[in-house]
């Protein structure tokens, strides 16, 4: 695998790495770093990359890796925003398969010309929705699935951090420098760094589709130029109705990400403080709190090199993300779980029309893709 | 006092009788529980009221009380929405002070005409808005105006509950049947029922007001005529944002209310499940937990027959509102925490408001008042 | 009802008062609150009682009230622990029955004596061991006879303070006062005062006895005479395992109660943090959280005046435990969760074995009476 | 680095692998981890190991590494516990550094011949004692010694899991065959599995001794030679007192593992269900929540492929100590936090003591050693 973006300084590069090599089947053995070919060796060395194979541009990667009798067949995107739809249209022609970091990318049309990229190359492309990894996440999309709450009638998922409450990136901090950036980010700031989540959350959870939004976004943050703070009403395909909460700007929130959701004989309610959990209420007040259970986990870790299920949640739950992706590549599953570019392009109108009914302040804007 | 409605069967009743006695100023000695004059006498029995002081009309009570050296003073609403303005109007003339269930009114327009009517009388008039009574979200008013979290920028406040999920008013709960008509709770269902507690929350503790809304409300369960689920988007008046979640359709969720209150240099979280507790988080994401102090506890307790702090939590803020009322009542105290008439009139406004921003589906819709 | 003890100043006199009343079928209407008559005078006017009916003493008041026809028929027992033998005994021989506050007596002849007395008397007496009055614990004690989690293996309970962490006694404090003081409180501190409520908790929910403690006291704020801290390894008859942990002197705790109870096939767990909820696990991890039903509560709130169930836990509590009591009274019901003279007596064991195992440093010590 | 032991089948050896190359200066090169060659092979291969390197002995593993010029320098030992000591010895002989996981041998005589075989050699050794890694452990450490909650008095901590609430080593758990065996775990079960780190954490946190325990130790499930549950009565050299409970058969726990340590002025409480928070009580009830601040997680993130601070708690404890053992390899940092071979003693002492007290049933036991 080779590792576009997620050098020195990355949050997410590290997660990756990890999360891919996991499982022993795929290795992070070669990447485009830096556009500074010192920095990028820098950074390849820090991951135990050979320095031959730290590239400073994806097409030096792409070419020096398509002459190896050993080069890579896929890669991962970790750059800022502006970035994932060069690199992914890329790997995508040189035959590679792609997973990508959220979203998609930094506009509707761009996802638009992703998805026929995907399309057209006929290669696997997955975006990494971390949340939609986590077994109780899926475990209530299949709950949902199977009734146990009946008609799902009311949609609660929010999306909270706090770190953007001071102007991070005037005090030179990298990692916000260009998520509050246009020309990094795209058109949405927090809607699209954690909204995108959010949002993906809840399609995925209740396997409906959200029909129509109506928004409020702000900036909070003085000279902040994307929306740092973000409320959005839903209504879904099937009538259920959805408060959708995303800020940067809830001060003292680490990542606060929580959903539930209510049907007509029963709730489910998951949280990532505890996200080995999922409640499932009942009409008369009963909780039952599912966990994974013994033998599912029996299973998992005799895996060779399975990290036990207890330990770790958010880098298992990248894991399986990779695990899933690494089963497609070899023709194993379905793929069942994994978010391809249809979810991307969702995430990206979720984006757009939201900025747009928030700008325009009229009611309800539909989201049909 | 004389209790208005709050009979056998009430839920709110008994509450209001434990409140005000506790204190020992206040006794319920009259009441008017049931237009059936024998129905009337046996819940008065079952307060150890005199039968001969259980009226069966509102004007009987006054008409009664006023001609005994040991009349009532003041009366306690307790009926259905539809009979406070009436109720409140009649015991005002009478001379009486007046202390209601919320909302102030079943519409907008009656809340103007309790207004006048309340101005004119120059009789306390007081809403018994729970929330406002607990120690820890006076407390969080206090922060707020003590400048502990910097400007407000975002509020979350949600009041869920489940019991509506199902359509309890054809299963003869007397309690869900006069909820769902609009006869009786008036234009608003779950907004006037929930909301306004998390509305009149929000503006407590900020101390600031809402200037405009955008609500999406619904009638989730099949042939319910007024909401039984709301989402607003609040702005307000010092440019905060604020997101309000009121449901009766929250399956599985008894009695959820929590705030969350974000400035710029910190943030305030209340929830009922742990009404002792206030919590204030830092920027760098610390936490302080904020409880009564040993002294102020110390104080209470030293009171007369005052429940010690740590029991009985929704009992107690209800009768701190009662002892707050009857400090005023012997003109002691200002009433700093009541919330009077002009709460009523703000609370129906965001009602009526919330109720026709839904219906006509366009965006922001003023609250002015 | 007549109280003794419990004036102006006492923490828990208002909460016999109001859980007394609560149900509608018992009164406060007498009391000794004081052996200054003023004092007495001036506590029962708090709580509305005739002042004629304010006694100084418990002889005047069985005295006066056996001459007057609408005389006491019970007395509720709120004294410090050295006067609770004395004022059981005068009650019982007058015919009257006896609701006294845990524990039993001041040393275990004392309650070997009440024993005798009660047995005598052939009158009702019952312990307010508040903790065996909430639904959730009835229901835990219910799950563990029929058998939802096996045969019970393992036993953690736990009462914890902090408030005399410092020496409140030395501040003014008459509650601190008369518990740290030999004379009133008897041969235990903390192992009366909150370990009676913890041994009672494990015996009541088991349905199983102690038969062997092994203990480690201490008095550890300089200068006290009692224990104020408390651990105790316990043997149940059925040779399960136990730890029993109280104690005044942990620091920021106001009052933490929480009891788990092992099985070989699931497990219970309550804690008066949550106290409507009680966690029942399963060997693979599940856990199911029961709530009170919504058709009982419902029943409940049928009875006229009855608090509805989800507020108030700790008076709520309280008044079930009159409620039975007053149920016993008039011949209903059988009184299958009162705490009687022998739960008394097995209290007072416990409290006095303690001591002495801890103080000769030895092994395990038996706990038959 | 070499592993001995944690291979296909294991939980903590993957555990290992990642939490040791996570800061990218150690690698798992080589391994015994079968001693069936086969097995040690394919173990190596899941690991990414050359299949040269994977050793069917220790021996073999140190006499094949000391003929390399790229042979290892140090060896994680993560075998059942009878084995710790033989590798650890001829790990130390070779010139090795070592890492093992806990109890540091099977009997408190293999700690004492260990403990001269650590001086001897002059070698680095470490115990990997996972709950020191965790920061907010490490904070509660420098919080007493810094004297933020007054002098100690009172510790409570528990370890608790269910699994072994059934006969798994009859069901073919290889994971809990070794553990109820004596042959291969020693002389304690679950007071060595789960009691050392209990014990451990509260040395390590309270920077005082257990001079003394009171202990009962059970073998609950039918058929188990070593004990699976204990609770242990402990008393400080400072004279503070302890409770420790541990258990195997504590049906429906995953992991609980929690710490309060009681001052006279303050508290502190920290839970691994919320590891980045640790909870400093105050004498009046006021809670502070201490958690990482941005400025020191910032640091860590700088550091090239380290994990944010916020994911993966457990193996970034794991890592942490790691790290401190690389720190103290290259020569830099001065191991602070590290638990050495007195550590190992002090556990084993406290193992052999309890499991002597509990089956002697007399009172207190010396824990010198």
Same mark, same amino acid.
């Given at each position: 695998?080779?590792?576009?973006?997620?050098?020195?300084?990355?949050?997410?590069?590290?997660?990756?790495?990890?999360?891919?090599?996991?499982?022993?089947?795929?290795?992070?053995?070669?990447?485009?770093?830096?556009?500074? $070919?010192?920095? &990028?060796?820098?950074?390849?060395?820090?991951?135990?990359?050979?320095?031959?194979? @730290?590239? @400073?541009?994806?097409?030096?990667?792409?070419?020096?890796?398509?002459?190896?009798?050993?080069?890579?067949?896929?890669?991962?995107?970790?750059? $800022?925003?502006?970035?994932?739809?060069? =690199?992914?249209?890329?790997?995508?022609?040189?035959?590679? =398969?792609?997973?990508?970091?959220? $979203?998609?990318?930094?506009?509707?049309?761009?996802?638009?010309?992703?998805?026929?990229?995907?399309?057209?190359?006929?290669?696997?492309?997955?975006?990494?929705?971390?949340?939609?990894?986590?077994?109780?996440?899926?475990?209530?999309?299949?709950?949902?699935?199977?009734?146990?709450?009946?008609?799902?009638?009311?949609?609660?998922?929010?999306?909270?951090?706090?770190?953007?409450?001071?102007?991070?990136? =005037?005090?030179?901090?990298?990692?916000?420098?260009?998520?509050?950036? $246009?020309?990094?980010?795209?058109?949405?700031?927090?809607?699209?760094?954690?909204?995108?989540? =959010?949002?993906?959350?809840?399609?995925?959870?209740?396997?409906?589709?959200?029909? +129509?939004?109506?928004?409020?976004?702000?900036?909070?943050?003085?000279?902040?130029?994307?929306?740092?703070?973000?409320?959005?009403?839903?209504?879904?395909?099937?009538?259920?109705?959805?408060?959708?909460?995303?800020?940067?700007?809830?001060?003292?929130?680490?990542?606060?990400?929580?959903?539930?959701?209510?049907?007509?004989?029963?709730?489910? &309610?998951?949280?990532?403080?505890?996200?080995?959990?999922?409640?499932?209420?009942?009409?008369?007040?009963?909780?039952?709190?599912?966990?994974?259970?013994?033998?599912?986990?029996?299973?998992?870790?005799?895996?060779?090199?399975?990290?036990?299920?207890?330990?770790?949640?958010?880098?298992?739950?990248?894991?399986?993300?990779?695990?899933?992706? @690494?089963?497609?590549?070899?023709?194993?599953?379905?793929?069942?779980?994994?978010?391809?570019?249809?979810?991307?392009?969702?995430?990206?109108?979720?984006?757009?029309? &939201?900025?747009?009914?928030?700008?325009?302040?009229?009611?309800?804007? +539909?989201?049909?893709?």
């Amino acid at each position: 695998m080779g590792l576009i973006g997620g050098g020195v300084g990355s949050l997410i590069g590290p997660v990756h790495r990890i999360a891919a090599e996991l499982d022993g089947r795929i290795a992070l053995v070669a990447g485009t770093f830096s556009s500074d $070919p010192q920095r &990028s060796v820098q950074s390849g060395e820090s991951y135990g990359v050979d320095p031959a194979r @730290a590239y @400073a541009s994806v097409d030096d990667m792409l070419a020096g890796e398509a002459g190896r009798p050993d080069g890579i067949e896929l890669v991962a995107i970790a750059t $800022p925003n502006h970035l994932h739809l060069s =690199a992914a249209q890329a790997a995508l022609a040189a035959g590679l =398969a792609v997973i990508s970091e959220k $979203p998609a990318t930094a506009t509707l049309a761009e996802a638009e010309a992703l998805s026929r990229s995907v399309q057209w190359s006929g290669r696997p492309y997955a975006l990494a929705y971390t949340y939609t990894g986590f077994p109780m996440v899926r475990e209530a999309r299949r709950q949902v699935a199977a009734g146990a709450i009946g008609r799902v009638r009311k949609v609660v998922v929010e999306f909270s951090q706090g770190w953007l409450a001071v102007a991070m990136e =005037a005090l030179g901090s990298k990692q916000a420098g260009w998520r509050v950036d $246009p020309e990094k980010s795209g058109i949405g700031g927090c809607i699209a760094d954690l909204g995108t989540h =959010a949002f993906n959350l809840a399609e995925f959870v209740t396997g409906d589709q959200v029909a +129509e939004v109506m928004a409020d976004l702000g900036s909070v943050v003085d000279g902040r130029r994307l929306d740092d703070d973000a409320a959005v009403l839903l209504r879904f395909s099937n009538g259920a109705r959805g408060v959708l909460i995303a800020s940067q700007i809830a001060t003292g929130e680490a990542s606060s990400v929580q959903l539930k959701v209510y049907g007509d004989v029963g709730a489910l &309610s998951w949280d990532l403080k505890t996200p080995d959990q999922l409640l499932l209420s009942r009409l008369d007040g009963g909780i039952e709190v599912l966990v994974e259970d013994a033998v599912k986990l029996a299973r998992t870790a005799q895996r060779a090199a399975a990290l036990p299920g207890a330990f770790a949640p958010l880098i298992l739950a990248f894991a399986d993300i990779y695990r899933d992706f @690494a089963d497609v590549l070899v023709g194993d599953g379905d793929g069942t779980y994994l978010q391809g570019v249809d979810a991307g392009l969702r995430g990206m109108a979720f984006v757009e029309r &939201s900025v747009l009914a928030s700008r325009e302040q009229h009611g309800w804007t +539909e989201l049909s893709v």
